[in-house]
């Protein structure tokens, strides 16, 4: 049996979308369509529903137009996904920061968790394959910009950006996953801990787990459950620009 696969955008199609290099003229397609009304709906849908919910069909009849109007502009699912996370991009802050690189990347981290938080569906949607727009480019630049002039090579500026970028999106799909089982469960993670708080109390004894017992115990206090996720974010991106410090102090030392 063969295995399912994702599908993925033809790279020609794609780009010319991303980049805008054409925009078809249809006059059936419906007054005042186009590619931004199109990507904009879809969002609106995602943001709401979630990306399984997105097809063309549905944001067709968002717009008030047919499914085939709206593949007059965008030739399918996987196309508007692209056009879609390359505008959400878009939506991002580019302030000047003051103070120094650990400053910036703080504050990139931030808006990067933001994004995510608006648009959830994104965890699913971006893979390791950029979608090659313009608003990424300008994304990459800018964030680029927080570790210039400060000793690494433009490889490390790579790795240290996707590194963030890395804690960020992993922190985001874990406070995403907690609003997820609250909706699918109708529970909190509180109540979830609450309901199972006599079992543990029965069978993870001080004397049998002593670390875990102790550790869970303060955990649990502080979060309200077994995990916190604003504290996570908050605590691994400290550990992170720890680290990238050392780097930053040792290329200096070299320097």
């Given at each position: 049996m063969a295995s399912e696969r994702k599908a993925t955008?033809?790279?020609?199609?794609?780009l010319a979308i991303l980049w805008r290099t054409t925009e078809p003229a249809s006059r059936s397609a419906g007054p005042g369509l186009s590619v931004d009304r199109i990507v904009r709906a879809a969002i609106d849908i995602a943001d709401a529903e979630g990306l399984d919910a997105l097809t063309m069909?549905?944001?067709?009849?968002?717009?008030?137009?047919?499914?085939?109007?709206v593949y007059t502009y965008v030739p399918g699912k996987a196309e508007l996904v692209a056009v879609m996370i390359d505008s959400a991009y878009g939506e991002m802050p580019r302030p000047t920061v003051e103070g120094d690189w650990r400053a910036r990347l703080e504050r990139i981290a931030r808006d990067n968790l933001a994004l995510y938080q608006r648009h959830p569906w994104m965890l699913r949607a971006e893979t390791t394959r950029p979608v090659l727009g313009p608003h990424l480019v300008a994304k990459y630049d800018y964030e680029l910009g927080a570790v210039a002039?400060?000793?690494l090579s433009d490889v490390e500026m790579d790795a240290v950006l996707t590194l963030v970028l890395g804690h960020v999106k992993s922190a985001a799909r874990a406070?995403?996953?907690?609003v997820d089982l609250e909706r699918e469960t109708g529970m909190t993670d509180?109540?979830?801990?609450?309901?199972?708080?006599p079992w543990l109390?029965?069978?993870?004894?001080?004397?049998?787990?002593?670390?875990?017992?102790?550790?869970?115990?303060?955990?649990?206090?502080q979060h309200g459950a077994a995990y916190g996720p604003e504290y996570a974010f908050e605590f691994g991106l400290q550990r992170v620009l720890d680290g990238i410090s050392v780097v930053v102090a040792e290329r200096a030392t070299a320097g």
């Open positions: 955008a033809d790279p020609a199609r794609s069909r549905r944001v067709g009849e968002a717009l008030g137009v047919g499914t085939m109007s002039d400060i000793g406070a995403s996953e907690v509180g109540q979830w801990w609450q309901s199972h708080a109390e029965t069978f993870m004894t001080a004397d049998a787990y002593p670390t875990a017992s102790r550790v869970g115990t303060a955990a649990g206090q």
